[in-house]
C-alpha cells in the first residue's frame, strides 16, 4: 500500500514525513470529510488554508484544506484537514422556489465559490421554501429530507476528491461484504429513545383562513406498547399535510437499531453514503443484504488498512 500525500504552502508542493496512524473519516450529512494526520515538523512549512492531498496507490481519496495544526515540542506537528464541506457550516438566509435539490446546491456552491462535479437530477421540485438563518448543510439536508419524502429517492452529498458530488445512494453500490470473518467486532443496539415515533402531528398556519390546520395520525398499537412518542413539526406552504403524516409515521414508527463495525478490511472506495453487503447474525435480526453506510473511518498504518463502519439498511436505523 502506497499513502502519497502532499501540502501545498505559497506555491510550494511539500510532502511530509508522516508517522504512521492517517485516518480519514466521512459523515453521509452534516459534517465535511476530515483528515488527520501527525508529520515531522522538521523543513515543513505549512499554515491554515493549505491546500492538502491525499492518494492511496494512486487513486485520490482526500483533497481538502487545513483548518488546524498543532506544532508538539517532539518536533512533530499534529494536522486537522477538511473538505470544501466545511464550508457547509456558514450560515445563510435562502428564498427559492420551484427547484429541486440539486439545482439549490448548484445555487449555493456558485455563491460560495465551491467546485462542483457530478451533481444528479433530483427530479422533485420543491414548490417555494424559506430558509433563514440557516447553515448551508441544513438548507441542501431539508431539501434532500423533501426529495425523499416525495420521491422515496435517497441522495448523498459528498466531497468527490475536490468536487461537490451529489448521487443517488441507488448507484454507490460496492462489492464488499462485512461478515464475522471480515469485521473484528461490532457493537448492536435496539431502542425506542430516539427517533421513534408513533403519533405524528404537523400544523400549518392558515393565512387564508386565519386557522391553523392540523394533521394527525397515529399506530394505536405501539401508542399501547410504548406510550405516546409524538413528532411535531410546521409545514411549509404548498406541503400536503396528509400525505407528509403518513410518510412520517412509516419512517419513525419502529424500534431504532445502531451497528458499528470495528477494523473491518480497509478498501478506499467506502465512504459515507455508499452501500455494502452485510452479513451478520444479531441476534434478534439475520442480516443479509445491502446497507447505506453513514460513517466511515479509515486508519492507515504501515501495511495496515482498517474501517470502522456505523451502517443502516435491513432493519438498522443507525
Not at 484544506?65 to 466545511?86: C, H, M, W
Not at 426529495?147 to 445512494?169: E, H, R, S
Not at 473484528?184 to 415515533?197: A, G, K, L, N
Not at 455494502?276 to 442480516?287: F, G, P, W, Y
Request: glycine share 8%.
Amino acid at each position: 500500500m502506497i499513502v502519497e500525500l502532499l501540502i501545498e504552502h505559497k506555491g510550494i508542493i511539500y510532502e511530509p514525513a508522516v508517522l504512521e496512524g492517517i485516518t480519514w473519516q466521512t459523515e453521509r450529512y452534516g459534517s465535511p470529510g476530515e483528515l488527520n494526520f501527525t508529520a515531522i515538523k522538521k523543513n515543513l512549512n505549512v499554515g491554515n488554508g493549505d491546500a492538502i492531498r491525499m492518494s492511496v496507490n494512486g487513486k485520490g481519496v482526500f483533497y481538502g484544506f487545513i483548518f488546524q495544526y498543532s506544532p508538539k515540542k517532539n518536533g512533530t506537528v499534529e494536522i486537522k484537514a477538511y473538505d470544501q464541506l466545511r464550508y457547509f457550516k456558514n450560515q445563510d438566509t435562502y428564498v427559492y422556489e420551484n427547484k429541486t435539490a440539486g439545482e439549490l446546491l448548484q445555487m449555493i456552491c456558485q455563491d460560495f465559490n465551491l467546485q462542483t462535479g457530478t451533481v444528479e437530477d433530483t427530479g422533485y421540485k420543491i414548490e417555494g421554501r424559506i430558509e433563514d438563518g440557516q447553515t448551508l448543510f441544513d438548507i441542501v439536508q431539508n431539501a434532500l429530507d423533501i426529495t425523499l419524502l416525495n420521491t422515496g429517492q435517497m441522495y448523498v452529498l459528498y466531497d468527490d476528491f475536490g468536487a461537490l458530488a451529489l448521487k443517488n445512494i441507488a448507484g454507490m453500490a460496492y462489492n464488499l461484504l462485512i461478515n464475522e470473518n471480515t469485521a473484528e467486532d461490532y457493537s448492536y443496539t435496539c431502542s425506542i429513545d430516539r427517533e421513534t415515533y408513533n403519533q405524528i402531528k404537523l400544523v400549518f398556519d392558515n393565512e387564508e383562513t386565519g386557522k391553523r390546520d392540523v394533521y394527525m395520525t397515529k399506530h394505536s398499537e405501539n401508542i399501547n406498547d410504548w406510550g405516546t412518542l409524538q413528532y411535531y413539526a410546521t409545514l411549509q406552504k404548498g406541503e400536503n399535510g396528509v400525505v407528509k403524516a403518513e410518510s412520517l409515521l412509516s419512517l419513525y414508527n419502529h424500534e431504532t437499531r445502531s451497528l458499528s463495525i470495528s477494523n473491518a478490511f480497509g478498501d478506499v472506495n467506502i465512504r459515507a453514503g455508499c452501500m455494502i453487503v452485510a452479513k451478520l447474525d444479531l441476534d434478534d435480526i439475520q442480516l443479509n443484504n445491502l446497507m447505506l453506510v453513514e460513517k466511515c473511518k479509515h486508519t492507515f498504518k504501515e501495511n495496515e488498512h482498517f474501517m470502522e463502519l456505523t451502517l443502516r439498511g435491513g432493519g438498522i436505523d443507525a
